[in-house]
């Protein structure tokens, strides 16, 4: 039975916990905010005011946005009625495990706590809650700003449960997110990890002077960038390899791209991962044709071009 979410409670107004907040009520939800900053109202405020205008872009109703938000006095009170709990405070696993604590004691038995963390699993914060508290904490972490980038990071921790996992999906997914289910807890997580992964080498390239900041920002959104947002790069790969595929790219290029990569940390791809890789590429993409797959690849990057085009005629 799906969970009906009617209340969220926001536990930390900065931007994530402010962009959070303008997309909770833009969805009809009741949110109730709870940080120890001074401005915290004028602070929401000015939020939902610049936010506005980005969610009703997005087809969503905004009239009466500021009317489904409240400032609550304090982390009891903002979760006392709570459906849903985010909570987007210090990045330290310390602070984390004490408001926890806080949050699985005045929250309702029955409303899910997550936690906006883009690096700490939750395992590490959750050692000392009951079992039926633990089973409802995961981590949401969202890129910012929650309220246009659409993905949501659901990771369970150690002893979350199976029926908050899908909870978590049923939430994110109500308010317009993208979520996906991580099955193994990691440091950073997937999103971090790859951005982190990328930034590293265009620091190098930049610092070795390959590259100007500038080119090879231009290189990503002209290239990779492009490539990537409309089918990723295991995709990407796989139609780079023509009809016969991930399977025919690695068999032609595998080993000199391993090359390219060399000293940066990477295991080589020895047989047997290499095979496994494969397969799992075929099993994802392999219901579906060459050209039914460039096809949508192909529309897909028209339309982000001619996305970019308007928006840099609209500045100019």
């Known amino acids: ?22 997309l909770f009520a833009a969805h009809g939800l009741t949110v109730r905010v709870s940080d120890p900053r001074e401005d915290l109202a004028e602070a929401v405020t000015e939020a939902l005011e610049q936010y506005a205008p980005h969610l009703a872009a997005r087809g969503l109703d905004v009239t009466g946005l500021a009317g489904r938000v409240h400032i609550a006095a304090d982390v009891t009170d903002a979760v006392r009625d709570a459906d849903v709990v985010q909570e987007n405070g210090p990045e330290r696993a310390g602070f984390k495990k004490d408001l926890f604590a806080t949050l699985a004691r005045e929250a309702p038995a029955h409303a899910l706590l997550l936690s906006s963390s883009s690096a700490i699993p939750s395992s590490a914060f959750t050692g000392e809650l009951a079992d039926e508290d633990a089973a409802r904490v995961l981590i949401g972490h969202p890129f910012n700003p929650p309220h246009l980038v659409p993905l949501v990071e659901v990771v369970p921790g150690e002893r979350t449960g199976e029926e908050a996992v899908q909870a978590a ?5 109500s308010v317009g997110r993208t979520p996906v289910v991580e099955r193994k807890e990691i440091p950073g997580f997937v999103g971090n990890r790859l951005q982190n ?21 231009k290189v990503m959104t002209n290239s990779l960038g492009l490539r990537w947002a409309t089918v990723g790069p295991f995709l990407g790969s796989h139609l780079g390899g023509g009809p016969g595929g991930y399977r025919h790219l690695v068999a032609h290029i595998g080993a000199s791209m391993q090359q390219t990569g060399a000293g940066g940390g990477t295991p080589p791809l020895d047989g047997e991962r290499q095979e496994r890789l494969i397969e799992a590429v075929e099993k994802a993409y392999g219901s579906s044709t060459y050209s039914e797959l ?13 996305a970019l085009d308007s928006t840099e005629m609209e500045e100019n």
């Open 1 to 22: 039975m799906t969970r009906a979410f009617r209340t969220a409670a926001v536990i930390g107004a900065g931007t994530i916990g402010l962009s959070w907040t303008a």
């Open 169 to 173: 999906l049923d939430f994110y997914t």
């Open 197 to 217: 992964a990328l930034s590293r080498e265009a620091v190098y390239l930049v610092d070795q002077g390959v590259v100007t900041p500038e080119d090879l920002d």
């Open 294 to 306: 460039t096809e949508t690849r192909d529309r897909r990057q028209l339309a982000v071009l001619a």
